[in-house]
Each structure stands twice: as structure tokens, then as C-alpha cells.
């Protein structure tokens, strides 16, 4: 498994529900060349970021982010998967 940082700028929030009714976040990210989102969640969220997003998401628009990803091959090793293991609001 390998770990990547990269720093992006959230340029738009949109708030989901999971199968479960647990609310989690798209997060469109800007300053790269094809749309890159990430999905925040309760478990890869500061608690005060969490709060932020539940209480007044538009805040974070426009702020600088660094997200650690970890990457992991599928099954066949025919691609990669990216799961979001942190997001912290610099």
C-alpha cells in the first residue's frame, strides 16, 4: 500500500446520504487538469472539521486542503483504489 499527499483547494460541498442515512461530503477539488473529488466522511475528518461541514459547509469553500490518500490495488491488479484516510483544512 502507498500513501499520497496532495494539496488542493475545495471549490465546491455537496452533502450526501450513505444507504444508511449517515450524512457524508463530496468535496470537488480545484487546480488540477480533470475533476478530482473526495468523499469526507465522520472517520476521516478532524472532529472541529466535521463540525464545520455539518454546521456551515460554505466556509470551507475556497480553502486550502491536504489530503493523505492510501493506495491500494483491486483484486485483479488492474487498477487502483484511493480511499481517503485524511483531510486537514490548512
Do not use: C, W
Given at each position: ?9 475545495i ?23 480533470n475533476?478530482?473529488?473526495a ?52
Amino acid at each position: 500500500m502507498n500513501q499520497l499527499q496532495i494539496k488542493a483547494t475545495i471549490s465546491d460541498i455537496e452533502p450526501k446520504l450513505d444507504k444508511n442515512s449517515n450524512t457524508f461530503y463530496k468535496l470537488s477539488l480545484s487546480g488540477f487538469p480533470n475533476p478530482l473529488y473526495a468523499f469526507a466522511t465522520d472517520y476521516n475528518l478532524a472532529a472541529s472539521t466535521l463540525l464545520l461541514l455539518h454546521e456551515s459547509p460554505e466556509k470551507l469553500v475556497g480553502k486550502l486542503v491536504l489530503i493523505t490518500y492510501e493506495q491500494t490495488t483491486n483484486k485483479e491488479n488492474s487498477g487502483y483504489f484511493r480511499k481517503l484516510k485524511a483531510l486537514e483544512i490548512l
